[in-house]
């Protein structure tokens, strides 16, 4: 278990273009400057992190001091993070800077990173904490191996996106699409924290996490609100009820919008049944969160290289919000060659059309056909269900699909990349032709 100290502290920032301090919480410091002292000794929070069976933070039965939102820290060497803070620069000083206070709690620190070498920096008072700059993404590490992603939100501040331990357990720090406001933390076991504002500042906190195969949920109070327990009615693929997909720092995408549900919902109308669910624009469906990342799509790792996801330009196509019930399984019709029978592996059907959508000259590939058979049914071809050798187990039942440039046989896995085309561009609203 690791040990986190929470208090209300004041943080400085500093704008990245300019180098100008501008106020992060109720008082303006510039870098260096000492932080606030509580007046009396913090309330000292434990991070469940190893205990699976326990809510991710550790917190009292009674309310919670109100602040909450100004001090809550993870641990950071010897220091604690405040996770509401932002990594800052100072152009004048050519340092980064991020706001900190002691493990005891009882006093601020800003942690100065100075230029080390290429695109490396190092803490300069002793603790040798490291800071390697991605341009978009800073990551902090620490001595222990414990690393922190900072990623550059909308408004153009870096605030932290998710914390890794040496152990591989991970935190993601989920933030409101413009990224001005953090709703809540996920685990990796899929453990959640939600935040609810108000316009003083955070009012409660709820937690969801499985105890004994049953899902829990409680909520805590911050200043003087009535909070609430429940045991055993909380759906754990339902847990993140303040964030309908889920993105992990190191996503290149990092929200979940409004034309990518309504594009989803289009391929789900086209492909599937009444009731199907498709996941075409890098993420899963919400209620696959106990047996899929939500995010699927591209990453950058922390040595800067872009690598394609499972769902880079590709879809799965489900049943069900939870991915468990059947679906007839569509093609659209025009195609004018088609393979005869699925493949004896992942069951893959091949689809040629001269036109399909908004693009010519693409191959539809169709992977997990279970019951094939070929059935025209007005504008659609019902081809048989998902689920199929490959796309079944007793968690979910998905079909995989994929568009190829060209009329093409089945590519190699290294060839897919070069030719897949995303699904959203196929069946966009607004054709852009090729």
Known sequence: MILCGANIVAGATHDPADGKARRALDIEITAGAPLAVPEKSPT?????????????LGLPEGHL????????????????????????????????????????GMSGHVIEFAADKKNTYLSNDGSNIQ???????????AGDGTSYLFVRYPDGEFRCASIKTPNAESLSLLYSANGLMLHGVIDSTGRTITFDYSKNGIESLTQTWMA????????????????SFSAGTVKYSHALNFAAKV?????????????????DKMLARIFGGPQAIAAANGFEPAGLATEYPLYRG?????????????LSSAMHLYGSPDGKSISPLYVPSGFTQHSDQ???TDAVVLFYYPKLGNLKDVTLAVFHVAD??????????????IGGPGGSSSAYKHSHIEFYRGNTSLPSPSARARLRIDPARVFSPEPDGR
């Open 298 to 310: 591209d990453t950058v790792g922390d040595d800067g290289i872009q690598r394609r996801g499972h």
């Open 342 to 344: 699925p493949s004896p």
């Open 65 to 104: 001091t109100p602040g909450l939102d100004h001090s809550l820290s993870y641990p950071l060497d010897r220091f604690n993070f405040p996770i509401f803070q932002v990594l800052s620069y100072d152009a004048e000083r050519s340092i980064y800077v991020l706001p900190s206070f002691s493990a005891e």
């Open 131 to 141: 800071l390697i700059d991605r341009d978009t993404l800073k990551t902090v590490r």
């Open 247 to 263: 993105v992990p720092g190191d996503a290149t995408v990092h929200e979940y919008t409004p034309e990518m549900e309504m594009s």
């Open 372 to 385: 094939f058979q070929i059935s025209y049914e007005g504008e659609r071809v019902r081809i048989g269900n």
């Open 44 to 56: 000292t929070y434990k991070w469940n992190v190893s205990d699976k069976e326990l809510p991710l």
């Open 212 to 227: 004994n195969s049953r899902g829990q949920s409680r909520t805590w109070a911050v200043g003087d609100q009535a909070a």
